[in-house]
């Protein structure tokens, strides 16, 4: 049974995998090149030079991501999330499953992300994973050229949807080697339509992601084989893996609320500003006129964030004091490359402060590594702002994350970095390079839910997880997660996949309740103040997008109540409309005055009758039949037995998503309208009507019409009269707030003027 | 926005999750009374005493728990799952959602859980969440005779499917501490109609659910305070934590595809012999003529199976050897109550043989517990068999789930376990207790699943997770957790839930992948041999469901493609329909012939015209509108001006579920239909009309038809001609795979033979 889509969903699994995989390497290694040659320098206390090393290298890279992405595929900018939303809920937005587009994206992304912006690569893994679901499902290609035999069975819209879904959930799996979340992230925000039957294939497909990914990223690091191909390491495929587990008790409920609620309006705030950068960006850019000016003004946006950020990263550190290695109650000892706190507690396998950076900070303690003892280095010292600046983003989140290390941050540090951050961030998402914001999110979190943490700790004092076990919740690291979650749950407002995800990185059932509570208080907070980012991006970026359930304000303020309306007062009308055998001359004006996309088909059953709703037909078909002429005839009256089946049109022939030559066409059209031989040449339209089509009763409650045409994925509804007869059409564009809006409270407007 | 209906989803939650939290503790009193007297007596060396201690005790309260079910409430039998989910498929189903079958399923449940029988308390805890669920969210209770004021406006059918489906997933939520997988739940198997707004609030009961169980459960053990009010400790919160973590390695995924085949067919194995049971059952019922010998052999079963598994649980275990306690490489200590493997790694921390049974074995070594040195207790013996069976099932899954215990169980207890599990089980599951099936199968899996590990460790041999790390895998409590998976997935089908609950009931995010693969695998194997359980019973039950998409097949064999027929193949003709003015004496005359919930509404525009589609109107509208002669009229046009508004009934008196006195109704129905003076009198149904009913042309395609009216939760579908003429109707009956299959490949050998 349905064995083909299985297999396509296991290639795509392992595509989207692989993918994640080539992306991790990459990264890894240009990374790896810039962090280790600048603590180098550093360690040789070069300042200026790592400055010049690092800003060279990091802009030389920002130049190519962008570049590429402002002169070759300009769709490959951003997440790429908003576009694939839009496409899932039935808009059509091009370039945005190009081969190009790909390949741009893939670089861009490495290329942004090795060079230390404030940006992750889980969006671009999902744009991508669906490109590959787009591309690799239909096993076909527009560039190249090629139209593979076989799944031929999938070339249909339905299937290509249902594919791109797959994908999302794959690169989501991929990127965050969490299965369960692609899923419900596929589910929740990525697809508009959605079937039990396409899960468990979806959670086929991204268990196939993930074990790809992790499988080619146990044995490899940067590009080099490490050993031990096949052992699912833990530290290395949950990304942000906890060790120390805490018993959770009811009162760490209250924080949890706090952080939720910072979190609702720091997401709100952020989206906020994320929208008037681009708007302010778009008033610039239509500013400047010349197509070379544009374009270099789009390149030197991420420049200019890069070269802010690295003289960050490299010069705030020293702004700061250093702080000395430090414990509670016990001394410090440093294992290879990390310290931990030798107490009278067995806090021996905690990492307590594993591998902070030193930046420019003084040594004295001299490390006996060499012949296995540990020395105490109560005299060493660490940064606290190069532990979080002067690293990649995500080894930032798990210093972060990590546990009983009560005074590893203090307040200052942490709130110099969240100001740069949030800023930087902010304004990052959204310029001309492939970015994604979910490490931005957590670490912006973290940093917050670190704060909240170090406020417990200052007022009641640090509490070890084997200590007395009721008050060891008070861990800064654990409200470091909490609040990584609470920040992307009020940006984005996920709510089932984002505690999926949340659970699959850490590794950590425990706090799984008050990640749940600070989600859940961050959607509702944010919720009152703006739009998640990604629906707000889409009403930017003008794709309509048709929510689940309508929610139209009345003059702004209480929502209007549609089922008091009827599908009458938001239709277009009159329709546009053919009748099943038409003259040929009117199709052609038809078609040369209207750009629908789709006809309602009328046929009056007796002659002199009024002709009643008999199906729709789209656009492309009436193109295609006008371009042959086998099918015109000269009879206009033709029954169903007459056809002639040799100039029967193959549905493949009719069902085309692209026409070869569209010039040709209008020169045709124009041609057919002109001349007057056309109008007693017919086309019978019956073989190639959809009888399928839904239509409504004028009189059909509003509501009802709306969910009705959303789930089932419409693009055009023939609103009919109790005789059948097509009085208007409804498309996706009148079912738009804005239009609903304007015509439902014009008409109630309207109606109250009469009533007086 | 919508908070009142927050505030119902958290008053539902709370009152699953304190339902939760008394079921729990009942249960705890009741097996703890059992056990610790029973083990008490096995101390003093009194087995048969035991025997009747155990025997008389949980005969006494399997007679309670059955007989309460037999007597009281029939409904509350079994888990409850599959009326659940005919319900929210659009079915009636009587008696499911009664305060009396809510008390005798809690209580019923605590005595057949208490007692030992091979049952769970998961299933009814989900069917009493959804009782709740549809009883709290109403705020009225038919039984009490209440009718409170406030959230009158949640009184509809999809408000109620809502609340149900909510108060299922927070049973998942509260059963198992999975509040995600609680939502999953409630998404993937229970309910049929979801949208993502109702996720949201799903998810936020479940959490509620969660935290109200956990709260109290974290003080209280058979209700005794014991300290720590609102600390969730790891070990309680989540039912079989698991505590060693072991890498994965790519080679483990060939014994989890093992398992999961082994798991499908297991499963299907279960599932086909539970049917074959409760199919042998209902013959000899029926066979049964008198009203209480039916009763008595109902309730005889459950005692039955009783006394069969109490004598298994205590003389089984005399029947094999004891096992001394042993480590690999290393001497055994004791540690309070739990005995642990001391060697040259640091395996201290692994409770190695946590608190096995002794049963009747000697106990030469003597420990000492009181001045806290642990002394060797090599001497010591277990028994296997009674670790397994003498227990709770709670606490023989925990045995089978423990780590690094790689020679606790031997193939010849494990198996005999098995067979006498999967037997009692599958016979019990179905029998006239309330009774849930998880614990059984998470049981009957980790059996099988941890002979397979056993079997690649006398392959292989020991490998400790601190030892070499590419091997550890081969552990038979990680193997065991795998088959449980495997099992539950081979019974039940669940996927992307069942995932999620495994993780959230163990805590370990590391085996996720392997887990995936076992689920998949046993839900691929499974369906090719049977049909999910619960869809399995719901046929058995007799309960028409309709599937997601429909699946016909031809002859038995080749699926049948609905889109090639429409939707006049399936329709019921000619339909009963009444006017839109229609004499009283039809109407009588038409409730008396039919017995449909509904009809539809036609209506001319001109008179003379044949009429057309206007609308429907349920049986219950048509019956309240007879019921109030003052809606009656002489006049046979109405037009919509000339309404008299003091006629006119209210909503609220129209839309009712139930009538008060249908035999009144009857009397009043044939004096309308033979009194001639009624035949004069006439009702206008145009203010009651349901104007936004749907109906389909007759040349629409069946497939989507069935969509359609699946998707919409439809209970009739008129078709109509191009002129908007009803020639018939669509039921749920209708659409059901038999029918279509009749009357479609009726129709397609009609066709076949006309075509020669």
Chains 1, 2 share one sequence.
Request: aromatic share 10%; proline share 4%.
């Amino acid at each position: 049974l349905d064995w083909d889509r299985w297999v396509m969903m296991g290639l795509i699994g392992f595509t989207v995998g692989f993918t994640g995989f080539l992306l991790h390497q990459v990264i890894d290694v240009l990374a790896n090149l810039k962090w280790d040659r600048s603590r180098d320098y550093l360690g040789e206390d070069q300042l200026l030079v790592t400055w010049g090393w690092v800003l060279g290298l990091s802009v030389a890279l920002v130049i190519v991501g962008s570049g590429m992405v402002v002169f070759l595929a300009p769709a490959a900018a951003g997440s790429g999330l908003p576009e694939l939303i839009g496409y899932l809920n039935g808009t059509v937005v091009h370039q945005i499953f190009n081969i190009k587009t790909f390949l741009v994206k893939f670089i861009s992304c490495a290329c942004a992300v090795a060079s230390g912006l404030p940006v992750g690569p889980e969006g671009p893994m999902i744009h991508m994973g669906g490109m590959i679901g787009a591309g690799l499902g239909q096993f076909r290609s527009g560039t190249l050229g090629l139209r593979l035999p076989c799944f031929a069975r999938f070339r249909n819209s339905e299937d290509r949807r249902n594919f791109i879904s797959a994908g999302a959930g794959a690169g989501v799996a991929s990127a965050f080697g969490a299965p369960v979340g692609g899923l419900l992230f596929a589910m929740e925000e990525v697809s508009s339509y959605w079937n039990m039957k396409l899960s468990w294939q979806i959670f086929f497909c991204c268990m196939v992601a993930t074990v790809t990914t992790d499988l080619f990223n146990s044995a490899f690091e940067g590009f080099i084989y490490k050993g031990d191909f096949g052992l699912f390491k833990a530290e290395k495929y949950i990304i942000f893996q906890v060790k120390s587990e805490i018993a959770v008790n009811i009162i760490a409920f209250v924080p949890a609320f706090v952080l939720g609620v910072l979190g609702g309006m720091l997401g709100s705030l952020f989206n906020f500003l994320n929208l008037k950068v681009a708007r302010f960006r778009r008033m610039l850019l239509a500013k400047t006129s010349s197509y070379c000016g544009k374009r270099l003004l789009r390149m030197s946006e991420p420049v200019l964030i890069m070269i802010l950020m690295a003289t960050a990263a490299v010069f705030l550190p020293a702004a700061f004091d250093c702080t000395p290695v430090r414990c509670e109650e016990a001394a410090a000892v440093a294992t290879g490359n990390t310290y931990s706190c030798l107490g009278e507690t067995s806090r021996l396998d905690v990492e307590q402060l594993s591998a902070v950076e030193t930046h420019t900070c003084p040594q004295p303690g001299v490390r006996s590594d060499e012949n296995g003892t540990e020395s105490t280095l109560n005299g060493t010292t660490y940064n606290q702002v190069a532990t979080l600046m002067f690293v990649t983003g995500e080894e930032g989140i798990h210093h972060l994350f990590s546990r009983e290390t009560h005074r590893q941050f203090d307040y200052a540090p942490l709130l110099t970095v969240l100001a740069i951050y949030f800023t930087l961030a902010c304004w990052c998402a959204g310029s001309a390079i492939s970015s994604g914001l979910v490490v931005p999110m957590l670490f912006i979190g973290g940093l917050y839910g670190r704060v909240i943490g170090q406020l417990l700790v200052t007022l009641f004092g640090v509490h070890y997880a084997d200590g007395n076990r009721y008050w060891a919740w008070m861990d800064p690291g654990a409200f470091a997660l909490i609040g990584a979650a609470s920040f992307f749950g009020g940006v984005s407002r996920l709510t089932m996949s984002l505690t999926v995800i949340m659970i699959e990185i850490t590794n950590d059932v425990q706090f799984l309740l008050l990640i749940m509570v600070a989600i859940m208080v961050a959607k509702w907070v944010g919720d009152f103040v703006t739009h998640p980012i990604y629906h707000a991006l889409l009403e930017l970026k003008c794709i309509p997008f048709l929510d689940a359930e309508p929610v139209i304000m009345h003059d702004g303020h209480e929502p209007l109540n549609l089922e008091l309306h009827c599908a009458e007062d938001a239709m277009s009308s009159p329709a546009r409309m053919v009748h099943l055998v038409e003259p040929v001359s009117n199709i052609a004006q038809l078609l040369l005055d209207t750009p629908h996309g789709g006809y309602p088909v009328v046929h009056a059953e007796q002659p002199g009758e009024e002709p009643t709703f008999y199906g729709m037909i789209t656009r492309m078909e009436l193109c295609v039949l006008l371009l042959h002429e086998e099918v015109f005839d000269t009879k206009e009256i033709v029954t169903e037995a007459s056809f002639d089946q040799e100039t029967l049109l193959d549905y493949n022939v009719v069902a085309v998503h692209k026409l070869q030559d569209p010039d040709e066409l209008d020169k045709l059209l124009t041609k057919y309208r002109k001349d007057p031989k056309y109008q007693t040449q017919f086309v019978n339209l019956q073989p190639y009507v959809n009888q399928s089509a839904s239509s409504v009763h004028k009189k059909f409650s509003l509501h009802r019409t709306y969910i009705i045409f959303r789930s089932m994925g419409m693009r055009h509804l023939p609103v009919v009269d109790s005789g059948n007869h097509v009085i208007g059409v409804l498309t996706r564009k009148d079912l738009m707030g804005f239009s609903l809006e304007e015509r439902v409270v014009h008409r109630h407007r309207h109606q109250e003027k009469s009533d007086e």
